[in-house]
């Protein structure tokens, strides 16, 4: 998280501009905002903006590419299926909701077998008894699976206190206090520790860390476990059962959300921010792609961007000493390749492919593969009698691996196959050594807010709505020069009394 750090020189080159911008609360409502990305952050962003400063606002969503970002379908052999963010854990509340509010549904996911591979054989599976699973599990690693569960239960208990904070208005500056607020020093230090740190302490055994937890950390960041145990509990967390998504893609969600805040969606890419100064007041102008006329905006009371930051990626802020922001070396490629064809089980060690119980595999970190995951997938609508297809059957599977698989990789994963599609994704951020580092911040400037920091705590859907909420109701708060209200002590009085 070296890049991380290097957000220092922007913020205080932004500390002269704070007082301009005190000039600016003389009561009177924002008439313009705009919005940089319309993924499931900047879509989210837009709906609680418009909850918090009412009808008459005026917002702009800038989206360079696809409404949606990161949650995205490719189709094949007629039918879609998610290629980018697909599982929603049943604690992930704002998705609950948007869902519930959108008039959409839920599609929930269908359990099948999941197995370990280490390159040679099966070290660890799934079965369907639930109770065999444990005592199989307590055989093999010993207490390890339970000490895993309470651990990541007590987080969740204290991560789910967000919703109530949101609930009554609270509005955190960093992420630091936001993390604080619910979890203590303790969850602060989380994102400054390795993972597999923080489960040795707890005793988790290392067979148990590379066997299970290393097979996890790799499907869903593409890393090991060295990840900041606050990732990594995120992953972990979406590695338990209740697991669901949204019926007809999860993106949906994104042109929903634009939709119900009443946004104006425009088709452009961001190239800049830069400061307008009119009498006291502060504004910003975003610079454009392209030619003609259209390359500058009209002057926008408030900017939340809503894309990850990243150097040499779209948006310079040349007001200000050009801002450090992570490498592109600092995140992570994931490639998502969605077959349709023959999953060669004899490379699991099943010669005969109706002998195959699994409806997906994980890897282990070492020896190094040329894939972290294969699973069978359903589409994102699921037709009339659709069945999950057994191994010697044709069906759709989903490969992630960190580079494009080549023709004899993917010659060795599948017997044979009809179609092989390829999305790249620059996924989440390359955690790297968490040793340390600080979080980005929230607040780039007066007014001016970034939402994509929250992913070096975690990154996923629901993180990215809980930052949205926090950005909507911190934007009000300083619109309004009014005071966060984030004290624990405080925050936790308040909730008690008001209840
Ligand atoms: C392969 C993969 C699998 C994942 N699986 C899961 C999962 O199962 N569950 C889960 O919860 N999360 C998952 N995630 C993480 C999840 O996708 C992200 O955390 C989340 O989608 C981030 O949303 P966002 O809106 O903050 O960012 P994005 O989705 O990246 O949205 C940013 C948007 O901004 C646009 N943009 C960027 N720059 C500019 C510019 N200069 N001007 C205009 N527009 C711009 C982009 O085109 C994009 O649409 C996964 C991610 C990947 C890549
Ligand atoms: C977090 O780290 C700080 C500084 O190292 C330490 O003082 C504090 O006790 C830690 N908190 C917890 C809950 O471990
Ligand atoms: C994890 O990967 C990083 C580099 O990406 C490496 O520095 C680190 O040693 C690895 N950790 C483990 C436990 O393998
Ligand atoms: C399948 O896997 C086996 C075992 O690794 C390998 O020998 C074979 O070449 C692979 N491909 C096919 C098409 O069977």
């Not at 079965?127 to 000490?147: E, M």
């Not at 968490?434 to 001016?448: D, I, K, N």
């Amino acid at each position: 998280m070296r890049g991380v750090r290097a957000f220092e020189p922007l913020l205080a080159a932004l500390a002269a501009l704070a007082t301009a911008a005190a000039a600016q609360e003389d009561g009177a409502p924002p008439s313009r905002i705009a919005v940089v990305g319309a993924g499931i952050g900047g879509s989210a962003t837009a709906r609680f903006l418009r909850q918090h400063f009412g009808p008459d606002v005026q917002l702009d969503v800038y989206e360079k590419g696809e409404v949606g970002g990161r949650l995205a379908t490719v189709t094949v052999n007629r039918n879609r299926y998610e290629s980018g963010a697909s599982i929603i854990h049943a604690l992930n509340l704002h998705m609950h909701d948007f869902v519930k509010q959108l008039g959409l549904k839920q599609r929930r996911s269908v359990a099948g077998k999941t197995a370990v591979f280490d390159g040679a054989s099966v070290v660890a599976e799934e079965t369907d008894w639930y109770l065999l699973d444990l005592l199989r599990l307590w055989w093999r690693y010993g207490s390890s699976f339970i000490r895993l569960q309470m651990w990541l239960e007590e987080i969740m208990e204290k991560f789910i206190r967000i919703y109530k904070y949101q609930a009554h208005g609270f509005a955190f500056g960093s992420l630091e206090e936001l993390l604080e607020s619910l979890g203590g020093s303790g969850f602060v230090n989380m994102t400054r520790r390795p993972l597999s740190d923080s489960l040795l302490e707890l005793g988790v055994s290392q067979r148990f860390i590379d066997e299970v937890v290393a097979p996890v950390i790799r499907l869903n960041y593409g890393q090991n476990v060295s990840v900041p145990a606050f990732v990594g509990a995120v992953s972990l967390a979406s590695a338990q059962s209740n697991l669901w998504a949204v019926e007809g893609g999860n993106k949906l969600l994104c042109e929903g959300l634009l939709k119900s805040a009443n946004a104006n969606l425009l088709r452009a890419r961001v190239t800049s921010v830069r400061t307008l100064r009119s009498g006291g007041a502060l504004r910003y102008e975003l610079g454009l792609a392209g030619e003609g006329p259209e390359r500058r905006t009209a002057a926008y009371d408030a900017v939340v961007v809503a894309a990850p930051l990243r150097a040499g990626a779209d948006i310079s802020f040349p007001d200000w000493a050009s801002p450090a922001v992570p490498g592109e070396g600092e995140w992570q490629s994931t490639v998502v390749t969605l077959v349709h064809g023959y999953l060669n089980t004899s490379l699991f060690g099943f010669r005969d492919p109706r002998l195959f119980p699994y409806a997906g595999v994980l890897t282990t970190a070492a020896p190094a593969l040329f894939f972290n995951s294969v699973a069978g997938v359903y589409p994102v609508e699921v037709p009339p009698g659709f069945r999950r297809k057994r191994a010697h059957e044709a069906a759709v599977y989903k490969v992630f691996s960190p580079a494009v698989l080549t023709g004899e990789q993917l010659k060795t994963l599948f017997r044979s196959y009809y179609s092989a599609q390829a999305t790249e994704w620059r996924a989440y951020p390359r955690y790297g050594s968490a040793a340390g580092a600080t979080l980005p911040p929230v607040e780039l400037g007066p007014h001016l807010y970034y939402l994509n920091g929250i992913e070096w705590a975690g990154s996923a859907m629901e993180m990215s709505a809980v930052a949205a909420k926090n950005i909507a109701l911190l934007a009000y708060r300083r619109w309004n020069g009014r005071s966060l209200r984030v004290n624990r002590e405080d925050l936790l009085r308040a909730i008690k009394t008001e209840l």
